[in-house]
Nanobody, 127 residues
Framework: QVQLVESGGGLVQTGGSLILGCTASGRTRSSYAMGWFRQAPGKAREFVASITWRNGVKDYADSVKGRFTISRNGVRNTMDLQMNTMEVEDTATYYC????????????????????WGQGIQVIVSS
């Protein structure tokens, strides 16, 4: 089992910045990759960004590319999402996730392929 806890959400104005953190505990060595998803009211959960745990290979949704940066710290078992130039459309509940399978990670944009989830943290971008 892997436990994930998000931190750092809140309210920010359009164009502002926010950092989300995720702390992993438990069997963290079983994680192949970690990532962020988000879900706005009335919408499906969508992929935001991910990073492989060993090699640090990153991937981003087109909607956040160039604005968001994902990073991880293997010693502290933490993952961050630096969000810059934020837009109203970034308003959502953000979820930290872990994937234990390299094969399932090939379909990483599908939330059902991820094994563990945090409880979610709210981010609101005001205009």
């Amino acid at each position: 089992q892997v436990q994930l806890v998000e931190s750092g959400g809140g309210l920010v104005q359009t164009g502002g910045s926010l950092i989300l953190g995720c702390t992993a505990s438990g069997r963290t060595r079983s994680s192949y990759a970690m990532g962020w998803f988000r879900q706005a009211p009335g919408k499906a959960r969508e992929f935001v960004a991910s990073i492989t745990w060993r090699n640090g290979v990153k991937d981003y949704a087109d909607s956040v590319k160039g604005r968001f940066t994902i990073s991880r710290n293997g010693v502290r078992n933490t993952m961050d999402l630096q969000m810059n130039t934020m837009e109203v459309e970034d308003t959502a509940t953000y979820y930290c996730a872990a994937c234990t399978s390299r094969d399932r990670y090939f379909a990483r944009y599908d939330a059902s392929k991820w094994d563990y989830w945090g409880q979610g943290i709210q981010v609101i971008v005001s205009s």
